[in-house]
């Protein structure tokens, strides 16, 4: 059976966001914050779910 998880909401929109535009510089311009900022909030949603996220793309996330 599947461990449930609670994530925090801001860090989907983080997420979602990074998505979105297909970068993690990009989403921390958007949202307002430093790259680095976002790069630990994805890298703590990555190690709490136990899967990668994101693909390398170039210098962009697929």
């Given amino acids: 059976m599947p461990t449930l998880t609670n994530v925090d909401l801001d860090t989907l929109r983080t997420f979602s966001v990074a998505h979105d535009l297909g ?32 693909r390398k793309r170039g210098r962009g996330l697929a």
């Fill in 23 to 54: 970068g993690l510089a990009q989403a921390a311009e958007r949202l307002g914050r430093t790259p680095s900022a976002i790069s630990l909030q994805m890298k703590r949603l990555q190690d709490e779910l136990g899967t990668p996220l994101f």
